[in-house]
């Protein structure tokens, strides 16, 4: 407790976790100030906190998901993973009194477990799950990823092929008036139609609002244009899958941003890769997928039920800390990792020097 971040321990631990991709210092860099991290001089009663609206998010999804419990309605969790070629176990028993290969030839011994030559080529998967049956009856889905590599998978899967998995393979066998469960993906998130925003052309904006039949002058301005679309962003600012579902009689609720812990399909994952990760040996991607497909199988109505308790616990502790977060919000300075900060202006004795090695 008490140990200073920085960003150089970040960077350490998200190595260490074999289900995080292999992010650079940069890329984690981006994250912690997209979570509203800053970098800056200590106080006395300083605490790392979070940004008001992913507190307000959390505070909500979780009233609603409670609700929809007391309900009795059917909640879906939905999400996407991958596994690599070479995805096996980081830790084996190994004889260790076996030193040279011909130690082991003289003793009719192997030279022990053969290695990936590298992560290899990717599978993308999505499925869905929950309540008492397990898994959604035809929603699996596997593909092949066009790029090999240790970056982050979401960009091998883009709203078209989304679209077309939520419409055909995972609306038509879910329970009538259900709640489907989803991360903040950017292809769960294209919008039913664009709507003009500052940096559209003058020309695109006056184009759509007489598509829309709204009237407007010539002698208008780009901001003015864009007051005239304000009452009707509501209107127009939808979702695709939002509108899929609710025209199939569901409804679609999206967990607060970098809260994945409250979707038990993340346990769900862990479960049938380590089905992958334990009986890889020939590091073929189709060798993999078949692996994968059994790992799924392996994972059980029980274990779901298991995993959605274990959501529910970590629901109610959340819940019962909103309080307290209120309080250190009143009470307590945010601070912690603002890279972008003007350094220029601190002193040697005030920076992080594990950090400005990295700038």
């Known amino acids: 407790m008490n ?6 321990k970040v960077h350490a631990a998200v190595r260490t976790d074999p289900d995080l991709p292999n992010l650079s210092i940069s890329s ?5 100030c997209e979570l509203g991290f800053v970098y800056s001089s200590r106080k006395r009663n300083s605490i790392l906190l979070e940004r008001p609206e992913i507190v307000q998010w959390r505070h ?3 009233r609603k998901i409670k609700k929809h419990r007391k309900d009795g309605r059917s909640l879906i969790y939905t999400d996407e993973t991958w596994v690599n070629a070479g995805h096996v176990k980081s830790k084996t028993w190994q004889d260790t009194s076996i030193l040279t290969s011909k130690q082991a030839f003289i003793n009719g011994l ?4 053969k290695n990936p030559s590298g992560k290899g080529e990717r599978l993308i998967v999505t499925h869905a799950g929950g309540g008492k049956d397990g898994f959604i009856n035809e929603a699996e889905l596997i593909f092949k990823a066009k790029k090999q590599g240790d970056g982050d998978y979401h960009h091998e899967m883009n709203a078209k092929t989304y679209e077309k998995w939520f419409s055909t393979q995972l609306l038509p066998h879910i329970p009538d008036n259900s709640i489907i469960i989803l991360d903040n993906a950017s292809y769960h998130s294209a919008k039913k139609e664009l709507i003009p925003r500052r940096g559209w052309r003058k020309k695109d904006i006056q184009l759509w609002l007489d598509k829309k039949g709204i009237l407007w002058r010539k002698d208008m301005n780009i901001a003015e244009l864009l007051e005239l679309i304000k009452p009707l962003r509501a209107q127009y600012d939808q979702r695709k ?7 199939a009689g569901h409804k679609v609720l999206r967990t607060p941003p970098y809260h994945c812990e409250l979707n038990p399909i993340e346990l769900v994952w862990g479960k049938a890769k380590g089905h992958v990760a334990g009986n890889n040996t020939s590091f073929k991607l189709d060798d993999v997928k078949k692996l994968m497909t059994e790992g ?14 274990h959501i529910i616990k970590i629901e109610n502790e959340m819940w019962e800390k909103e309080e307290l977060v209120d309080l250190a919000q009143e009470a307590l300075t945010p601070i912690i990792i603002q890279p972008y900060e003007d350094r220029a202006e601190e002193s040697d004795s005030d920076s992080d020097d594990e950090d400005e090695d990295e700038f």
């Open 3 to 8: 140990k200073q971040p920085t960003l150089q």
């Open 28 to 32: 984690i860099r981006r994250i912690l």
């Open 60 to 62: 909500q999804y979780l």
């Open 110 to 113: 192997s030279t022990g477990l």
């Open 241 to 247: 899958i939002d509108e899929m579902a609710k025209a």
């Open 296 to 309: 799924l199988a392996n994972v059980t109505p029980e274990n779901w039920a298991a995993y959605e308790n």
